[in-house]
């Protein structure tokens, strides 16, 4: 049985220092032409804010723009008004494009995501990402005192624990990884990998999404680190190193349930469904959502809707896929590329298969503002979740959160983090095998209702129990979701082998 502690008692106790790539706010010029910011979104934002307010914490993070006497004072005005602390850092745009959309962006992320056609390197853009690591680290070093919580988070600042050891920081460090970790084989194709382990192992824990993430980085560590000497548990490993340990654990993410839950019922969420479906004229709704990015798999989804027209003839007139994917990094030429192949791919299937009255790929590129979020996961009977890698993916989460009435179904690549948790219940599908998902689909539309009920009914329960809030109080070992069980050392040998001791 779950051992059971109140809730985040620990974390209360200290001030929470939460250091990201971004600052949890967006900042925009009101009608007057005065800077205004305003709170941001996302599970980071939703998990952490309330802990770093309770504990008249830090934020510490790039504003997305330079900071200019202007960004300072709206940052300290909106500060005053809060119970925390928001410290930017400055960041130039050369660096961005080095630092960020060159090494984190081109080389950490499509290797990460096991996508080596996408990856590249470049040694001016490793030392910009060095650089900016040291600055994060150096302010956190002035910000923070050693008693602090410290939390550091994702691909952008891998170093910035390894500097703060450098600058002489005795404080606890947490770091956790949003996106998956690769498997050996593909980690050390990585130029310096040696330089980014042992940055790794300058926290004292490490947090990623899946047991499978941890696997391949204690499986990187015996390889890599001869020396190390590693004890596994379920769901925790120690890795002992140069007198220090390093605690390696996975504790999957979520979102805040009843927030989506609540929402999905409100009268804004319920008109916004209600006018999607009202001027859709088709038995069958599939929703896909996704951020501008090859990882995704919408190229690969669009290729299977159509063979799922093709295979499947009675549907066509009978379901459209509506395929909302939002804006991102469009100054990279990948991305833009990516998006042309997007237009041409929607715009044949569409011309191949429309009827008067209906379009088989509803093809949009914006932006959803909460209430249109809401209602588009109410309006759909489907959604079509198909990632070719995922660290985790909330969209999953979100739509069987906001589906009240029990009534959708969840298809799901076995490439997204969230299958370990879903699997059972959502229709688990290869995003490169297109008979796979064109039958998924199929068997969504062709479902009795009392499936679709229990299937979302345990799906909604899997993510109440396992929410965001939980995911904190895992990480920060207040709350204890698995039986321990005795432990199993492990030591390399100088050959990197591994020996059960």
């Known amino acids: 049985m779950a051992v059971r502690y109140p809730a985040m008692t620990q974390v209360a106790k200290k001030r929470l220092v939460v250091v990201s790539n971004r600052l949890p706010v967006a900042l925009d010029k009101n009608q007057s032409g005065l800077l205004e910011v305003k709170q941001g979104t996302g599970g980071l934002v939703t998990a952490l804010e309330p802990i770093v307010r309770k ?283 990516l998006k042309r192949e997007l237009d041409f791919e929607a715009g044949r299937i569409n011309s191949t298969f429309s009827q008067h009255g209906w379009v088989p790929i509803l093809y949009e590129f914006r932006t959803l503002n909460r209430e249109q979020l809401l209602g588009h996961y109410k309006a759909a009977d489907i959604a079509l979740i198909t990632p070719i890698r995922d660290g985790m993916n909330l969209v999953s989460k979100e739509f069987c959160a906001s589906c009240t009435d029990e009534d959708g179904v969840l298809i799901l690549s076995r490439f997204a983090g969230a299958s370990a948790q879903l699997g059972k219940n959502a229709l688990l599908v290869n995003p490169f095998d297109y008979d796979e998902i064109a039958d998924a689909i199929y068997r969504a539309c062709t479902m009795s209702a009392d499936e679709k009920q229990n299937r979302m009914r345990t799906l909604r329960s899997e993510i109440r129990r396992n929410n965001v809030h939980r995911w904190v109080r895992w990480f920060f070992k207040e709350e204890s979701p698995d039986v321990q069980v005795g432990p199993v050392i492990e030591q390399n040998t100088t050959d990197g082998k591994t020996g059960k001791l």
Not at 120 to 149: C, I
Not at 301 to 310: D, I, K, P, S, T
Request: hydrophobic share 40%.
């Open 55 to 337: 504990s008249n914490g830090i934020w510490i993070g790039w504003p997305g723009c330079m900071v200019t006497p202007d960004v300072k004072e709206a940052l300290t005005k909106f500060t005053l008004e809060t119970p925390h602390t928001l410290i930017p850092i400055d960041i130039s745009e050369e660096e961005v494009q080095q630092y960020y959309r060159g090494y984190s962006n081109k080389t950490i992320w499509p290797l990460f995501h096991d996508l080596l056609g996408q990856f590249s390197f470049d040694l001016e853009n490793y030392d910009a990402y060095q650089k900016v690591n040291h600055r994060f680290a150096s302010v956190v070093a002035q910000s923070s005192m050693p008693d602090d919580a410290c939390w550091i988070h994702d691909y952008q600042l891998i170093f910035a624990g390894q500097y703060l050891r450098e600058l002489s920081y005795h404080g606890h460090l947490d770091y956790f990884l949003h996106i998956p970790f690769p498997s050996l084989d593909l980690f050390r194709r990585l130029p310096r990998y040696e330089e980014i382990m042992h940055a790794f192992l300058a926290y004292d824990h490490i947090g990623f999404q899946t047991s499978a993430d941890r696997r391949n980085f204690i499986g990187c560590v015996k390889w890599m680190v001869p020396k190390a000497r590693v004890t596994s548990r379920k769901r925790q490993a120690t890795v002992q190193y140069e007198g220090r340990d390093v605690i390696v654990g996975y504790y999957p993410i979520s979102i805040d349930f009843e927030e989506f839950s609540r929402g999905a019922d409100s009268s804004d969420a319920n008109d916004a469904a209600w006018f999607l479906r009202e001027n859709l004229t088709i038995k069958h709704l599939a929703l896909g959502l996704d951020r501008l990015d090859y990882t995704k798999g919408i190229r690969e989804r669009f290729l299977a809707f159509e063979r799922l027209l093709v295979k499947h003839p009675e549907l066509v007139g009978d379901i459209s896929l509506l395929q909302i994917v939002i804006p991102s990094r469009l100054n990279v030429p990948e991305y833009q590329e």
